[in-house]
């Protein structure tokens, strides 16, 4: 009996020190983050496009953290720079990502602001990018006739148009590129060593 009152006592101590340190420090480390004048809030149009990035795994092949110079070439990639925590103030949950079976998505609003490219890309990405293994949302989209207005129609490249019909991006499709495009964060941030000084002037006052 007291040998399971020892390892009920060792489980307790482990699962307290594992809390402190993967759940209170870092909140307490966090804690006073502040979003970078650069970002915005999403719009509730990115919003449900960031749920539809989520309910189609673009998350278990696509990371949204680009590192450091000194850890990985992400820099020369043409990822950006390596992201600060303020970079992902409105992100619930965070969607870094721990696989790259394809490119880092963190910045591709910038790398690549056409909307019209990304819905092609969605329909088809080796029309854009040959060679690529990323599959294809064709469920994204809808075949007709002919365009309705206000349809979206899709420009595909030569040869992957369906003939004689056109591509028309579904509200999901649209949604989901609004969100790509936010994923914009090569604005300036401040050193570390600006922001404490800002936090200090702040509380003088």
Known sequence: MESEYKLLSGAMVTLAIATATLVVLPYMQLSDVTPPEG?????????????????????????????????????????????????????????????????????????????????????????????????????????????????????????YEPVGKVVVARPEAIDLVEYLLSLDRTYPIKPPAELADNAASGEAK
Not at 121 to 138: D, E, F, K, N, T
Not at 139 to 144: P, R, S
């Open 39 to 159: 970002l915005k809030p999403y719009t509730s149009q990115q919003l449900r496009g960031r749920e539809v990035y989520i309910e189609n795994g673009c998350v278990y092949c696509h990371s949204q953290q680009p590192r450091s110079q000194q850890q990985a070439p992400d820099f020369k990639r043409g990822w950006g720079r390596a992201p600060v925590a303020g970079d992902y103030y409105y992100d619930h949950p965070h969607l870094l990502g721990t696989m790259r079976t394809g490119p880092d998505l963190l910045n591709i609003g910038a790398r690549q602001p056409s909307a019209d490219w990304n819905l092609g890309h969605l329909y088809q990405p080796r029309a854009y990018v040959p060679g690529s293994i990323m599959p294809s949302y064709p469920f994204l989209f809808e075949i007709k006739d002919k365009a309705d207005k206000g349809d979206r129609v899709i420009t595909l490249p030569p040869g």
